[in-house]
């Protein structure tokens, strides 16, 4: 996809993420974290990844599983399965509710405990680079995921292995279920990323041509890591940088007025 098209992909998956947030009203659904990462989602199914159904196809573990509001419209914009099963995602017996493992419908990881994606991720990694397949392996965290000491486990494994196979993007959105991640964990990922000898890009999360440049440039011999520095609840006034974003209902005007600025943007 091209500039143009990517920025329309990321306004279709959010305002498909909204439409599943007020059908599935007044359940709460994770508005916060998946309205975060639309423009990341949208970059990496839209440029960076092979997406397709063949095994050749680059394998994108989405670890916070909690972005189901813009993973899943993503797939079905891209042909996977029809609108109508995006609804079905918060109902008892639905075909995608618990966000269900599903390679022909292009989900990759069934979504379990926090930290757990990206250790399926590197170690697709490193069995890719065993077996000396060229497919490359993505995987999506939340900042506040980056609590798990699993998550460091696998990552230092990366380094060991000198996984250049592998681009792990973090959704830096600066809040977690419950509170800011500089009240509940303090740390500094970039440092951290640095230190274990990953090429560590560092971008605005919103900025698709940023994204664009980041998943492009060159980690010869490295793991990469793209620390995406974002809005939780972006799009939503009233849910914008607050923790009740998280996992949170909807209401008509919420919905109505996010829609606003969606066709806003449409006309810019």
Same mark, same amino acid.
């Given at each position: 996809?091209?500039?143009?098209?990517?920025?329309?992909?990321?306004?279709?998956?959010?305002?498909?993420?909204?439409?599943?947030?007020?059908?599935?009203?007044?359940?709460?659904? &994770?508005?916060?974290?998946?309205?975060?990462?639309?423009?990341?989602?949208?970059?990496?199914?839209?440029?960076?990844?092979?997406?397709?159904?063949?095994?050749?196809?680059?394998?994108?573990?989405?670890?916070?599983?909690?972005?189901?509001?813009?993973?899943?419209?993503?797939?079905?914009?891209?042909?996977?399965?029809?609108?109508?099963?995006?609804?079905?995602?918060?109902?008892?017996?639905?075909?995608?509710?618990?966000?269900?493992?599903?390679?022909?419908?292009?989900?990759?990881?069934?979504?379990?405990?926090?930290?757990?994606?990206?250790?399926?991720?590197?170690?697709?990694?490193?069995?890719?680079?065993?077996?000396?397949?060229?497919?490359?392996?993505?995987?999506?965290?939340?900042?506040?995921?980056?609590?798990?000491?699993?998550?460091?486990?696998?990552?230092?494994?990366?380094?060991?292995?000198?996984?250049?196979?592998?681009?792990?993007?973090?959704?830096?959105?600066?809040?977690?279920?419950?509170?800011?991640?500089?009240?509940?964990?303090?740390?500094?990922?970039?440092?951290?990323?640095?230190?274990?000898?990953?090429?560590?890009?560092?971008?605005?999360?919103?900025?698709?041509?940023?994204?664009?440049?980041?998943?492009?440039?060159?980690?010869?011999?490295?793991?990469?890591?793209?620390?995406? &520095?974002?809005?939780?609840?972006?799009?939503?006034?009233?849910?914008?940088?607050?923790?009740?974003?998280?996992?949170?209902?909807?209401?008509?005007?919420?919905?109505?007025?996010?829609?606003?600025?969606?066709?806003?943007?449409?006309?810019?």
């Amino acid at each position: 996809m091209n500039l143009h098209e990517l920025k329309n992909f990321a306004r279709e998956i959010r305002r498909l993420g909204l439409k599943m947030a007020i059908k599935a009203a007044p359940q709460a659904s &994770h508005l916060g974290g998946s309205m975060s990462c639309a423009e990341i989602i949208a970059t990496l199914y839209g440029h960076a990844a092979n997406v397709s159904k063949s095994s050749t196809r680059d394998r994108i573990i989405i670890s916070k599983a909690h972005a189901i509001l813009a993973h899943l419209p993503a797939l079905h914009l891209l042909g996977f399965f029809p609108e109508e099963w995006l609804y079905t995602a918060y109902e008892d017996g639905g075909v995608l509710v618990c966000r269900p493992r599903k390679p022909e419908l292009g989900l990759e990881f069934s979504g379990g405990s926090l930290g757990m994606g990206v250790c399926l991720a590197v170690g697709m990694a490193i069995t890719a680079k065993h077996d000396r397949m060229t497919h490359r392996v993505y995987t999506l965290l939340g900042d506040g995921e980056c609590n798990e000491g699993s998550v460091w486990e696998a990552l230092t494994a990366a380094k060991k292995f000198a996984l250049d196979n592998l681009t792990v993007i973090i959704d830096r959105n600066g809040l977690q279920y419950d509170g800011f991640t500089d009240d509940i964990m303090p740390m500094n990922i970039e440092a951290i990323l640095h230190a274990l000898d990953f090429t560590v890009e560092s971008v605005n999360g919103h900025d698709i041509e940023a994204l664009c440049a980041a998943f492009d440039s060159a980690h010869d011999g490295k793991p990469k890591a793209i620390v995406a &520095h974002t809005i939780k609840g972006k799009g939503v006034s009233r849910f914008e940088n607050n923790v009740d974003s998280h996992h949170t209902a909807i209401t008509q005007a919420d919905y109505d007025e996010a829609l606003a600025r969606l066709e806003a943007e449409d006309n810019d």
